[in-house]
């Protein structure tokens, strides 16, 4: 099992500029969630999914959008990146709702200049 | 979700145990203690958490009082590679993670 996985690691954008991030589970988690640690600091939840087809906000879901089009995989998008989005982002996915034994991915590096 | 409150840093040596604290004054009864460790550049590693009886697994031990407002996490035999910021954090079992902020946590040292 490759587990939890995030494409790209890195990834410098302009502002204004658009991306989308990838997390990809093997494990059949009903349960996913996107998080960004700035430097320092812990992790905030940005949005989260309970199953696919379904998306809900976090606690700092502002200038992001995500999708669950199938059950192994949840994207995250940045319509218009600002310098505020700089950031280490982290995709995790869990098979209980809540805080119950997630698992990260090695998350994704991203710098807007 | 109840505050918690862990200090900045500790350093333990490799071998003897390393204890963790944690306060969580205002925990509600429905409130479970999870811990968490992030390894340096990596994403985070879930540990064990419990609702008030002592928990044990594998990788360590969890201590939560009586009246519930602290609680320990036990490393028993603390190596090298239990380097790492350990988050303690407190959060009603089944509810969905409308607001699941990690906090600043406590750096743990090992030193040889």
């Known amino acids: 099992n490759a587990g939890v996985t995030q494409t790209p690691k890195f990834r410098v954008l302009k502002t204004g500029q658009s991306m989308t991030l990838l997390c990809a589970q093997d494990?059949?988690?009903?349960?996913m969630y996107w998080y960004r640690q700035d430097p320092g600091m812990g992790l905030r939840l940005i949005h989260y999914?309970?199953?696919?087809?379904?998306?809900a906000k976090g606690e700092v879901p502002d200038g992001y959008n995500v999708s669950r089009l199938k059950k192994q995989n949840f994207l995250l998008g940045l319509e218009s990146a600002a310098p505020s989005q700089t950031s280490v982002y982290f995709c995790?996915?869990?098979?209980?709702?809540?805080?119950?034994?997630?698992?990260f991915g090695p998350g994704t590096r991203l710098t807007v200049t | 979700d109840a505050k918690t409150t862990q200090p900045p840093s500790m350093d333990c040596a490799e071998g003897r145990a390393a204890n963790l604290p944690c306060n969580h004054s205002?925990?509600?009864?429905?409130?479970?203690v999870y811990w968490y460790r992030q390894i340096h550049s990596q994403g985070p590693q879930y540990i064990i958490h419990g609702l008030k009886n002592n928990e044990t697994n594998e990788m360590a031990s969890l201590i939560i009082t009586e009246d519930r407002k602290s609680s320990t996490l036990i490393l028993p035999h603390a190596t090298l590679r239990d380097t790492a910021v350990y988050y303690c954090?407190?959060?009603?079992?089944?509810?969905?993670?409308?607001?699941?902020?990690f906090g600043d946590g406590t750096t743990l040292t090992v030193k040889p």
């Open positions: 494990m059949n988690h009903e349960y």
């Open positions: 205002t925990i509600s009864g429905n409130e479970y």
């Open positions: 995790a996915s869990s098979r209980r709702r809540g805080l119950y034994e997630q698992y």
């Open positions: 999914s309970v199953g696919e087809g379904t998306t």
């Open positions: 954090i407190v959060r009603a079992h089944n509810t969905n993670a409308g607001k699941s902020t």
